[in-house]
Every structure is written in C-alpha cells, then in structure tokens.
C-alpha cells in the first residue's frame, strides 16, 4: 500500500498564495505520476496539475502561469505553489499518484485539504 499524506490548506484572500505539500510513503513501490485533483461543491473532481517522474508536468488551461507544480524524487513529495489565487480556486484539494508495485500500476489518492480564497 501506498498513503498520501497533504498539508498546506487553508483559508487566503484573493491575489493571495498557498504551497500545497504532499508525501507518499510504503514500500516497493516507484512512482510514475504525481499530482493535483480538486473538487469545488457541487462540481466534479478536476485535474489541476500532474508531474511525472521525469520532471514533465501538465496543468489545467485555468491555472497556467499561476499555480506550478513541482516534485522530490527523493523525498516521493509533490508541491503545489498557488499564486494569485482566485475565489474560483476555492476546493477540496487532492493529491494523487500512479505508481508501479509487483509489476502493476495503481492508482492512490489523499484525504484532501480545503483551500478557500475569500475576503
């Protein structure tokens, strides 16, 4: 098994800024993804930013230029730095990896941290 473990939620005003942290720990495993999902009330889950192992990211169009991602290879912990933060960012943030164990590939979500911009 894998766990995920965020930090870093929390409660900022508009134009304001958030680092999002998330750690995977266990054993045999090797990550291939890692990444950021969030889920305002009454919308659906939506993918915010991945990275993978070797460093290539990908990010939705409505946080480009805003919000970037970045990883520890050693440390298996992905980042989320939020700036210039929207009430639309307003959502329950989780962190997400793929990774490969006993030959197959798996998917591991965390428990999600609430990020709320408002004034």
């Known amino acids: 098994q894998v766990q995920l473990v965020e930090s870093g939620g929390g409660l900022v005003q508009p134009g304001g800024s958030l680092r999002l942290s998330c750690a995977a720990s266990?054993?045999?495993?090797?990550?291939?993804?890692m990444g950021w999902y969030r889920q305002a009330p009454g919308k659906q889950r939506e993918l915010v930013a991945t990275?993978?192992?070797?460093?290539?990211?990908n990010s939705v169009d409505s946080v480009k230029g805003r919000f970037t991602i970045s990883g520890d290879n050693a440390k298996n912990t992905v980042y989320l730095q939020m700036n210039s933060l929207k009430p639309e960012d307003t959502a329950v943030y989780y962190c997400?990896?793929?990774?490969?164990?006993?030959?197959?590939?798996?998917?591991?979500w965390g428990q999600g941290t609430q990020v709320t911009v408002s004034s």
């Open positions: 997400y990896c793929n990774v490969k164990r006993l030959g197959r590939n798996f998917n591991y």
């Open positions: 266990g054993s045999g495993f090797a990550i291939n993804v």
């Open positions: 990275i993978t192992s070797i460093g290539s990211t």
